[in-house]
């Protein structure tokens, strides 16, 4: 609304992102804490996955290409304020909660991404 109100932003490109950078293992953690759920994480080698077909679905966040949005400018020329991550994931939470299960695609091979952990925990892979 600030820019369709002012000339702010005319010409100018800015990024649109949280102030909050988390990893993708602080992010499952977060998701666990808000879902009072456990969670184990497995890590294996890419290669490993690949060659069982689980890629990309069993690690969507895992891409081989990532970036890092930076919202300084937004804020500072636009006065943009940004909601911390854990509260709109938390509201994220609570809607899905109550929203009626979809069929999500890429877990139509959870079966096999289970499977493959189980294994390599038993060789004490887990950590």
């Known amino acids: 609304m600030t820019l369709l109100r002012s000339d702010k932003g005319k010409g100018a490109a800015y990024n649109i992102a949280q102030d909050d950078t988390l ?4 992010f499952l953690q977060l998701l666990a804490r ?17 060659a069982a077909g689980l890629l990309p679905h069993c690690s969507p966040f895992s891409g081989l ?4 949005l930076e919202g300084a400018l937004s804020k500072a020329e636009l006065g943009v304020k940004y909601t911390p991550m854990s509260v709109y994931v938390e509201k994220l939470v609570q809607h899905f909660k ?7 695609e890429g877990y ?6 289970l499977g493959l952990a189980a294994a390599a925990e038993a060789k004490g ?3």
């Open 125 to 127: 892979k887990q950590l």
């Open 108 to 113: 139509a091979q959870r079966r096999s991404e």
């Open 65 to 68: 290409w990532m970036s890092s």
């Open 23 to 26: 990893s993708l293992k602080e």
């Open 98 to 104: 109550v929203t009626p299960a979809r069929k999500i």
């Open 34 to 50: 808000l879902t009072h759920q456990p969670l184990t994480l497995v890590r294996l080698p890419r290669e490993t996955l690949t």
